[in-house]
């Protein structure tokens, strides 16, 4: 699926990929909620088959969970992204891929980890992209979701001292809330936060969505 929002998301995250994985691949050092929910996620779906880092950028997330023993794997939409991941963490699989249209096939997941993945997809696509997740999670497959809360859209035009056109969208949990459910994903809980220090990142209130596929995860 290569329209013009998604090729100026890509050629965008492309321009920015050095810089992006110097700010972002150790941030998870300083944010210890994300930590704590990103072990919570392992301990639910480690032995259970495959998981994707979906969105991954530098892979920071895959990268955590393959140290916890989670079988991960990285998808992003930018081909700089993904060398850079490659090269941070070479012992992990990164695979280039659209959100809207993946290229797995049905119930290939035990679990999706999606940090800060959908922060570039307009609301009336959230719905595609939910929808694919559900299809390639096995049936009692987790997905673990952040996005930045409100209800913004913020357009960047420079980055970093770097030319980008891309569009932020923040959002609201009940929304997303809404969303997963018309995807038919269960969501089991939700957790916000406030920010952590300018420092450390973007100043916008965080949440993060467990969210289920209906069904028991069989053990592999």
Same mark, same amino acid.
């Given at each position: 699926?290569?329209?013009?929002?998604?090729?100026?998301?890509?050629?965008?995250?492309?321009?920015?990929?050095?810089?992006?994985? =110097? =700010?972002?691949?150790? @941030?998870?050092?300083?944010?210890?909620?994300?930590?704590?929910?990103?072990?919570?996620?392992?301990?639910?779906?480690?032995?259970?088959?495959?998981?994707?880092?979906?969105?991954?950028?530098?892979?920071?997330?895959?990268?955590?969970?393959?140290?916890?023993?989670?079988?991960?794997?990285?998808?992003?939409?930018?081909?700089?992204?993904?060398?850079?991941?490659?090269?941070?963490?070479?012992?992990?699989?990164?695979?280039?891929?659209?959100?809207?249209?993946?290229?797995?096939?049905?119930?290939?997941?035990?679990?999706?980890?999606?940090?800060?993945?959908?922060?570039?997809?307009?609301?009336?696509?959230?719905?595609?992209?939910?929808? $694919?997740? $559900?299809?390639?999670?096995?049936?009692?497959?987790?997905?673990?979701?952040?996005?930045?809360?409100?209800?913004?859209?913020?357009?960047?035009? @420079?980055?970093?001292?770097?030319?980008?056109?891309?569009?932020?969208?923040?959002?609201?949990?009940?929304?997303?809330?809404?969303?997963?459910?018309?995807?038919?994903?269960?969501?089991? $809980?939700?957790?916000?936060?406030?920010?952590?220090?300018? @420092?450390? @990142?973007?100043?916008?209130?965080?949440?993060?969505?467990?969210?289920?596929?209906?069904?028991?995860?069989?053990?592999?």
């Amino acid at each position: 699926m290569r329209d013009t929002g998604t090729e100026s998301v890509r050629e965008s995250y492309d321009r920015i990929a050095d810089e992006y994985a =110097r =700010r972002i691949f150790n @941030e998870l050092q300083h944010k210890p909620l994300d930590r704590e929910l990103l072990n919570r996620f392992a301990a639910q779906v480690r032995g259970h088959g495959e998981v994707c880092d979906m969105g991954c950028g530098p892979g920071q997330v895959a990268r955590y969970l393959h140290d916890v023993g989670v079988k991960i794997f990285g998808l992003d939409l930018s081909p700089q992204m993904l060398e850079r991941a490659r090269r941070l963490s070479p012992e992990i699989f990164f695979l280039e891929g659209n959100m809207m249209a993946l290229d797995l096939q049905d119930g290939r997941l035990a679990g999706i980890a999606a940090f800060y993945a959908i922060v570039n997809i307009r609301q009336e696509s959230l719905s595609l992209v939910f929808r $694919e997740m $559900e299809r390639v999670l096995q049936p009692g497959g987790l997905l673990l979701l952040a996005f930045h809360t409100r209800d913004e859209v913020l357009h960047e035009d @420079e980055l970093w001292g770097r030319p980008i056109s891309m569009d932020f969208f923040l959002l609201q949990p009940s929304a997303i809330r809404q969303y997963l459910r018309a995807a038919g994903l269960v969501v089991e $809980e939700i957790v916000e936060r406030e920010p952590y220090a300018p @420092e450390v @990142e973007y100043q916008s209130r965080r949440a993060y969505i467990f969210a289920r596929k209906p069904g028991s995860l069989a053990q592999q």
